[in-house]
């Protein structure tokens, strides 16, 4: 059973970095043909792809997030990081991070989740 869970502070103050952490269990995030997301969800909005490292390491970002995202990873602890900076309070939403099959595009594994909000 492959699951995946979201960690990281729950508050963090405009113009700050918000980090969040995805830990795997029941798969590596090594093995071939999964890509690694995270896709946010602001109150009353829709999901946004915020981008995805791939098994090999490479990543991926949507243009608009582009020069505040990155994303990386501690294959020793099976774990993916998301770094976001300079945060605004638009960037409140709920965090999820998700598994991904390259091939299909199928959104697999989904964490359950973690609410982040930007506020002073």
């Known amino acids: 059973q492959v699951q995946l869970q979201e960690s990281g502070p729950g508050l963090v103050k405009p113009s700050q970095t918000l980090s969040l952490t995805c830990t795997v269990s029941?798969?590596?995030?090594?093995?071939?043909?999964?890509?690694w997301s995270w896709i946010r969800q602001p109150p009353e909005k829709g999901l946004e792809w915020m981008g995805a490292i791939s098994y090999s390491g490479s990543t991926y970002f949507t243009p608009a997030l582009k020069n505040r995202t990155s994303i990386s990873r501690d294959t020793s602890k099976n774990q993916f990081t998301l770094q976001l900076s300079s945060v605004t309070p638009e960037d409140t939403a709920v965090y999820y991070c998700v598994r991904v099959r390259i091939i299909e595009r199928e959104y697999e594994y989904w964490g359950q989740g973690t609410q982040v909000t930007v506020s002073s």
């Open positions: 029941g798969a590596s995030i090594t093995t071939n043909y999964y890509h």
